[in-house]
């Protein structure tokens, strides 16, 4: 083995892992959340209807991605979408109609 073999195989074994590790952060976020996407969940700013879920692999956390409402619980004008952290969550509605 000279030392470019070992710089590739090194890499496949840091590729690796970083794959595993994240799949590990997505089981342990889904196992501690009961949000899907089509659900309203509300934090401190306003509310948004999740149409994605990401993962923070720093904080350990969901991260609910989506429409922004206004206050009356209908979709922005202006289209706007934003995250929601899963810490920060303070109301969460199944199913949320618009």
Known sequence: ???????????????????????????????????????KVTDGVGSVIVEKIKYSTRDLCCVYYGLELTKKLIPRKDGSKRNVWQSRVKDHAVGAKS
């Open 1 to 39: 083995m000279n030392k470019e073999m070992y710089e590739i195989e090194l890499k496949a074994l840091k590729d690796e892992f970083e794959a595993e590790k994240f799949n590990l952060v997505m089981e342990f976020c889904n196992a501690h959340s009961t949000i899907v996407i089509g659900d």
